[in-house]
């Protein structure tokens, strides 16, 4: 790709290249006014995009359909309507209302989920399906269900660690050691490739390489 | 006093004491000089990323896959490179697609911009628009919407981004549940993930391939080895490993020596920092 000659198009690299800077330029020195304007700038345009969106959102999906015949849509932005009674000390009871339907329906499907993938299938997963397709795809899942259990006996508190429980229990701490260590690595490439992509493209953008 | 000075001059309590912003600078010059002077290092292609090539790989053509993104502009640098090539895929394999946005990507149109920019746009691909794909824009609601996607995708989308109803789409003929599509491509910063796990892959027996970032790996890994998800594809380096199987190197390809180099000195810094600290503890004593 040539590098842009469209004044638009170079005000928009330029811009972002610099507010990358000013962005950096609290973690590489200290926080500073540029940082600030950098950060409220960031606020600003996300909230402003998302309130032209969710404004689009409630048009399509709801104002749309009632205009189309759909009138039982009426007491779904009734409902909507009502949860910016918070605002009002003295109507804000009415608020409670559907943000009870909303929290009902969310956590009607938290538990199903909870349920089925995140005990039922992992349980099946782990438990059951020991034995794979080679010798070390089974050491694998050997090692995985036995840290599971020492896991869970490490969370067991109704019954002091010590005697058979004493040697399962340490094994669980090792095993969530080791997960943490799994979560910091992972999070740190996760990282790593935000850092890069911005040097990607401030480099690109300064020149030092091609756009 | 002269112990304290002695204990400042002790070269481990200066290196634990080293300033974290020299860390950060050395993080800047480290991940750009591969960048500016490349180099070449293997890439490993991991079971997950390869269970996912073998699973678009077996659909037949013209099946249909339910694009779903859930990332913002925020997670294009993890996840970029895998949805440029699984759309690359997508292409080569003459799959139809239906790409939805529910969760938090509120600015998808500017990452379906860069995807088609990367991947080529469907049209220049021989895609007919309302044929062959469709785009369905952003919906509110979550988990909700994409549990309620699953079982009536009309109650979630009734026109799509550009507002034609769904009725005059041929694509969306005779579709309107999970059941109705052969695979689910997942990419998600945040919660897109577990939501389709639940309500597609647990519930409708929809298979899916999932793209994380950073944090999401422990789940992704557990969820494959449950059978939960058909593969995934791990934020940069999964998608890098996934340009090597299409034999099309990418934006990921590119960038994996740097990543790479910036691990092994994260490594060495880890060491180094928690032998000072042994060592500074020992000599305390």
Redesign the interface.
């Known amino acids: 790709m040539p590098y842009p000659t469209d004044p638009i198009i170079l005000v928009g690299i330029w811009t972002t290249t610099i507010l990358t800077m000013f962005f ?1 330029s609290y ?3 200290k926080e500073s006014g540029l940082f600030r304007i950098t950060e409220y700038t960031f606020v600003a345009s996300s909230v402003g ?2 309130l032209v ?2 404004v ?2 409630v048009i ?2 709801c104002i ?2 009632i205009m189309a015949g759909a009138y039982g849509y009426i007491l779904l932005f009734v409902l909507g309507v009502l949860m910016y009674l918070r605002f009002s000390p003295k109507y804000i009871w009415i608020s409670r209302w559907p943000f009870a339907i909303v929290v009902g ?2 956590l009607g ?2 538990i ?2 909870a349920l ?3 005990v039922i ?2 349980v ?3 438990i059951f ?1 020991m034995v794979g397709k080679d010798l070390l795809t089974t050491f694998n ?1 050997l090692i ?1 269900t036995v840290g599971v259990v020492c896991t869970l006996v490490y969370f067991t508190f109704t019954k002091e660690h010590i005697g058979p429980l004493k040697i399962p229990a340490r094994l669980g701490r090792w095993f969530l050691l080791i ?1 943490f260590g ?2 910091f690595g ?15 493209d401030i ?1 690109r953008v300064i020149g ?2 091609p756009y | 006093m002269a112990e304290k000075e002695k204990e400042a001059q002790d070269i481990w309590t200066r290196i634990l004491n080293i300033d974290v ?1 020299v860390f ?2 050395a ?2 010059i480290i ?2 000089l591969p ?2 002077f490349p180099f070449t290092l293997p890439i490993v292609v991991t079971e997950p990323t390869r269970a996912a090539f073998n699973t678009i790989q077996s659909l037949p053509e013209g099946s249909l896959v339910l694009y779903y993104m859930e990332c913002g502009v ?1 997670g ?3 996840l970029m490179g895998s949805m440029v090539a699984s759309l690359k895929h997508i292409y080569a394999k003459r799959l139809k697609f239906v790409i939805v946005n529910i969760g938090y990507s ?2 998808h149109k500017l990452t379906f911009d860069r995807i088609f920019s990367l991947a080529g746009h469907p049209s220049a691909r021989g895609y007919k628009y309302g044929e062959d794909w469709a785009y369905f824009g ?3 609601g979550m ?2 919407a994409m ?1 309620s996607l699953a079982k009536n995708f009309r109650s ?1 989308y ?2 799509d981004d550009f507002g034609t109803s769904i009725d005059q789409l041929p694509i969306m003929r005779n579709v309107n549940e999970a059941k109705d599509f052969k695979l689910v491509l997942c990419f998600n910063t945040a919660g897109g993930q ?2 389709v ?3 597609w ?3 409708n027996k929809v298979p899916s391939i999932i793209a994380v ?3 999401g ?2 789940q992704s890994q ?1 969820d494959f ?4 998800n058909s593969g995934f594809w ?4 999964g998608a890098a490993e996934y340009e090597g199987l299409l034999k099309a190197p990418g934006i990921s390809s590119a ?1 994996m020596s ?2 790479d180099t ?2 092994l000195v ?1 490594i060495l810094c880890v060491i180094a920092a928690n032998f000072a600290f042994q060592m500074s503890k020992r000599r305390k004593k």
């Open positions: 950096y973690v590489l020195y995009l998302l969106t969710m689009k959102v399509q999906s749309r359909p329906v969310g499907l938290e199903r989920r089925t993938s995140d299938a992992n099946r997963g782990t399906s899942n995985i997960m799994t979560y992972s999070m740190a490439i996760g990282r790593y490739s935000l850092l890069l992509d911005r040097i990607n480099l030092l390489l | 912003r950060y600078w993080c800047l991940l750009a960048l500016i925020g294009w640098p993890e509120v600015d952003f919906a509110s988990e909700t549990a979630v009734r026109e577990s939501w796990r639940a309500h892959t647990v519930a970032i950073g944090a790996l422990a557990s080895k449950a059978g939960m791990f934020s940069t380096r960038r740097a990543l910036m691990q994260t």
